[in-house]
């Protein structure tokens, strides 16, 4: 007999849970509607929380964190403390790196990696680190990815200036439809008052022009339901690694082996057994 399990990700808030679950969609996880029970029993309610099921059947457990980073790391730490009786194959924390565009994309994820390793530190000293900035917990059991929103297109005055879920959704619209960027970025330069340019300010100006009935949050979870739109965001989430960690969360194999260290940095790379592995070609 099986083990109960869960997978899990815990994101920032509504905005990204709504993007998660056009995700989700596209790599075929479906959405149980209505009442859902989790792995042990357990109504999954409260908190903003959503429950998916994986291609292969797994339980995938979505939770916001009320738009609050400090609540992530937080609700991650009280979450792998309960692994020994609820148990966790994956963990996925999913933030905004807020740093500026343009910045190499490896250089732009490293906080949120090393945020990340500090916490695993405090249940393994030395936590296996693998590709798609993972670490393997417990023999293997569990593995805990960092997820920035982060995309690597040029600067450029049409898109938010740091990086977010709004440059990415940004950057992928500016990709398929230009003239929409560009009227976007005239109206936020014309208009009186306020000149800052908050990055959501770019993505609902998108939304009230051409996804107004939609609303706001829904508008990040209709951009995968355009098959350009969603092509355009794969490809950024490809050159992020984003993509292969979700293709891992959803337990989707691969003939090939991923690479695994030691976090500490020392010692040599050896080869991790190829089982549902991160896509590396």
């Avoid at 291609?55 to 692994?83: C, E, V, Y």
């Avoid at 194959?89 to 905004?96: E, F």
């Avoid at 908050?198 to 990040?220: I, L, Q, R, T, V």
Wanted: hydrophobic fraction near 35%.
């Amino acid at each position: 007999m099986s083990v109960p399990s869960e997978s899990v990700i815990i994101c920032e808030g509504y905005y990204d849970r709504a993007f998660w679950t056009g995700w989700l969609a596209r790599l075929g996880c479906k959405d149980p509607g209505g009442p859902v029970r989790d792995p042990w029993g357990k109504d999954v309610v409260g908190r903003g929380q959503r429950a998916f099921y994986s291609p292969s059947g797994s339980f995938i457990r979505l939770l916001p964190a009320g738009g609050d980073r400090t609540k992530i790391i937080r609700a991650a730490r009280l979450r792998l403390n309960q692994a020994s009786t609820n148990s966790i194959r994956c963990l996925v924390i999913n933030v905004d790196t807020d740093e500026e565009q343009g910045i190499d994309l490896e250089e732009g994820t490293k906080p949120t990696v090393d945020a990340v390793r500090r916490l695993v530190r405090g249940f393994e000293e030395k936590p296996m680190e693998i590709a798609g900035n993972g670490f393997s917990l417990w023999q293997e059991s569990t593995y805990v990815f960092a997820l920035p929103w982060v995309c690597g297109d040029e600067p450029c005055d049409e898109l938010p200036a740091k990086q977010t879920l709004e440059r990415l959704a940004c950057a992928a619209l500016r990709e398929v439809y230009p003239d929409r960027s560009l009227a976007v970025h005239a109206w936020l330069t014309s208009r009186p008052g306020p000149t800052d340019l908050h990055p959501k300010a770019f993505s609902w100006s998108h939304m009230a022009g051409w996804y107004f009935d939609d609303g706001c949050e829904f508008f990040f979870e209709h951009l995968w339901r355009d098959k350009s739109v969603a092509t355009a965001l794969e490809a950024r989430l490809e050159a992020s690694g984003a993509w292969q960690v979700g293709e891992r969360l959803v337990n989707r194999s691969s003939s090939c082996s991923i690479s695994i260290r030691v976090s500490s940095g020392e010692g040599a790379v050896c080869p991790h057994r190829a089982v549902t592995t991160i896509r590396t070609a």
